[in-house]
């Protein structure tokens, strides 16, 4: 066998030993919350399309007349002629939601952490990241050369030690978190970061992936409790709530154009497809337009979380946490036998020894079915 084969199945064997290995399976998504796969029609909640916009008419109508007006892609870079007119109208609604002076979109959340990151911190900066930060702002931070120094999840007193200790030998700072986190479903703490970033000239950038459409009234994790908090850099997806891709950032005006002249992965990656940008606008509206829609999958949560005596949910994301890897495949097959579908999470995804199911709750999830499947999480998985 060729060494770089050998190399490969060497790596494979390992994660095979360890239940770590992953595969794709084929999911036929049919609607917003039923899937196929392996022949089985499963209920599904394991997807992040929290209020099913990804099969909305109104967003897929969208998507087709931009690709019949603009085309199937955008052919180059936003930088060169990749910028169709949609980018702008999608800009200026992304700034209106997170109140900043502009938006600027990447190709994908993950392209947008890891150049919004290195933009802003140079070899001589510090980034400070709660320590379940999602993987691409670790890479970002990583990317950028900095030192990153991590604090203890959600511990705003941890993060106050670290830039007491660290903060006076670099020139900049910034403090980087979920604000909602994408396997634990809590919110960050972020009024109380954006307090630590003012007395320690900080800047503070928040990742709305989780958070976008479905908590603050559906306007994210800038607002809780009715109230805003002027993040100033916040950046999200189009993937999840919203139904369609890519990713951004909103800021002020000079940031974004900053930004937009120097983060190597807008300006060396080919733009969105214009179907994208179509759909993300039109979710957007039916997200703004539609409050009382918006509020459905953290209910739905919050009644999962009820019935099977969790923690109540904070967002969609409602962990269940088995610890093994082994027992956490076994109970996922479980609830695939019972006709759901919740898929396994393991290392390195989250810590050794915090396997789960990580399940994520949607608009149109019925409530009978939360309710069974809430029995069969409390009776037979977490009580056996
Ligand atoms: C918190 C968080 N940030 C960023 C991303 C990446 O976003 P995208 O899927 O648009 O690349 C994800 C999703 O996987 C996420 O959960």
Same mark, same amino acid.
């Given at each position: 066998?060729?060494?770089?084969?050998?190399?490969?199945?060497?790596?494979?064997?390992?994660?095979?030993?360890?239940?770590?290995?992953?595969?794709? @399976?084929?999911?036929?998504? $049919?609607?917003?919350?039923?899937?196929?796969?392996?022949?089985?029609?499963?209920?599904?909640?394991?997807?992040?399309?929290?209020?099913?916009?990804?099969?909305?008419?109104?967003?897929?109508?969208? @998507?087709?007349? &931009?690709?019949?007006?603009?085309?199937?892609?955008?052919?180059?870079?936003?930088?060169?002629?990749?910028?169709?007119?949609?980018?702008?109208?999608? $800009? @200026?609604?992304?700034?209106?939601?997170?109140?900043?002076?502009? @938006?600027?979109?990447?190709?994908?959340?993950?392209?947008?952490?890891?150049?919004?990151?290195?933009?802003?911190?140079?070899?001589?900066?510090? #980034?400070?990241?709660?320590?379940?930060?999602?993987?691409?702002?670790?890479?970002?931070?990583?990317?950028?050369?900095?030192?990153?120094?991590?604090?203890?999840?959600?511990?705003?007193?941890?993060?106050?030690?670290?830039?007491?200790?660290?903060?006076?030998?670099?020139?900049? /700072?910034?403090?980087?978190?979920?604000?909602?986190?994408?396997?634990?479903?809590?919110?960050?703490?972020? /009024?109380?970061?954006?307090?630590?970033?003012?007395?320690?000239?900080?800047?503070?950038?928040?990742?709305? *992936?989780?958070?976008?459409?479905?908590?603050?009234?559906?306007?994210?994790?800038?607002? #809780?409790?009715?109230?805003?908090?002027?993040?100033?850099?916040?950046?999200?997806?189009?993937?999840?709530?919203?139904?369609?891709?890519?990713?951004?950032?909103?800021?002020?005006?000079?940031?974004?154009?900053?930004?937009?002249?120097?983060?190597?992965?807008?300006?060396?990656?080919?733009?969105?497809?214009?179907?994208?940008?179509? &759909?993300?606008?039109?979710?957007?509206?039916?997200?703004?337009?539609?409050?009382?829609?918006?509020?459905?999958?953290?209910?739905?949560?919050?009644?999962?979380?009820?019935? /099977?005596?969790?923690?109540?949910?904070?967002?969609?994301?409602?962990?269940?946490?088995?610890?093994? $890897?082994?027992?956490?495949?076994? *109970?996922?097959?479980?609830?695939?036998?019972?006709?759901?579908?919740?898929?396994?999470?393991?290392?390195?995804?989250? *810590?050794?020894?915090? *396997?789960?199911?990580?399940?994520?709750?949607?608009?149109?999830?019925?409530?009978?079915?939360?309710?069974?499947?809430?029995?069969?999480?409390?009776?037979?998985?977490?009580?056996?």
């Amino acid at each position: 066998m060729q060494s770089l084969d050998a190399f490969a199945q060497d790596k494979l064997d390992e994660l095979e030993r360890r239940h770590l290995r992953r595969a794709l @399976a084929d999911t036929m998504r $049919e609607d917003g919350i039923w899937v196929e796969r392996d022949g089985r029609r499963l209920l599904s909640f394991s997807c992040n399309d929290y209020l099913n916009l990804t099969q909305h008419p109104a967003v897929k109508q969208a @998507a087709i007349a &931009a690709i019949e007006t603009y085309g199937a892609g955008a052919g180059a870079s936003r930088l060169v002629t990749g910028n169709h007119p949609l980018f702008a109208q999608l $800009e @200026a609604r992304l700034a209106r939601i997170n109140q900043t002076d502009g @938006a600027v979109v990447f190709g994908s959340g993950y392209l947008a952490n890891a150049g919004i990151i290195p933009v802003l911190i140079g070899r001589d900066g510090l #980034v400070l990241a709660d320590e379940l930060s999602h993987a691409c702002l670790f890479a970002g931070a990583q990317l950028s050369k900095g030192v990153l120094v991590t604090f203890r999840h959600n511990d705003v007193g941890h993060a106050r030690e670290l830039l007491y200790q660290h903060r006076a030998a670099h020139e900049r /700072a910034l403090i980087v978190t979920d604000g909602v986190f994408s396997m634990d479903g809590d919110l960050a703490p972020l /009024a109380d970061l954006l307090a630590l970033a003012a007395e320690y000239d900080v800047w503070l950038m928040s990742d709305d *992936a989780h958070g976008l459409g479905v908590v603050g009234g559906g306007r994210g994790s800038s607002y #809780v409790d009715n109230a805003y908090i002027p993040v100033p850099l916040q950046m999200g997806t189009l993937s999840k709530a919203v139904g369609a891709y890519g990713g951004y950032l909103c800021a002020s005006a000079p940031v974004i154009e900053l930004i937009r002249n120097r983060a190597r992965t807008l300006i060396y990656s080919t733009g969105l497809p214009p179907s994208c940008v179509a &759909a993300s606008i039109a979710a957007l509206d039916l997200i703004e337009r539609e409050p009382g829609y918006a509020a459905l999958p953290l209910q739905k949560a919050k009644a999962f979380t009820r019935a /099977a005596g969790l923690p109540e949910a904070q967002s969609p994301i409602v962990p269940v946490v088995i610890g093994e $890897e082994q027992a956490t495949l076994a *109970a996922s097959r479980l609830l695939a036998d019972e006709g759901f579908l919740a898929a396994p999470i393991r290392p390195p995804t989250v *810590a050794a020894g915090s *396997a789960r199911l990580r399940l994520t709750f949607t608009a149109q999830h019925p409530d009978d079915a939360i309710a069974r499947l809430a029995t069969i999480v409390r009776d037979r998985i977490l009580r056996p």
